[in-house]
């Protein structure tokens, strides 16, 4: 099994991790595809978060509802 940690981040940093997410993706899941997809495109990670800042809210479900 792989060694796990915890990293202390924002209500509003997870809340966009959150966002970020699929149905069944867990938060490790979510960042190693967020890293991957930065190490292959540096200005694409920062397209995607200007887009989800834009987007209203209600428009997302939270990964603890899925």
């Known amino acids: 099994m ?3 940690t ?3 981040v924002s209500p509003e940093v997870k ?3 959150e966002r970020l997410g699929r149905k ?3 938060y490790d ?3 190693r595809r967020l890293l991957s997809i930065s190490e292959e495109e540096p200005k694409l990670i ?3 978060c200007r887009r989800i ?3 209203p809210r209600k428009e997302y479900v939270r990964l603890e509802d899925l």
Do not use: F, Q, Y
């Open 29 to 31: 899941d979510i960042l």
């Open 46 to 48: 920062d397209e995607v």
């Open 15 to 17: 809340a966009k991790i």
């Open 53 to 55: 800042e834009k987007t």
């Open 24 to 26: 069944g993706e867990s």
């Open 6 to 8: 915890t990293i202390a």
């Open 2 to 4: 792989m060694k796990r």
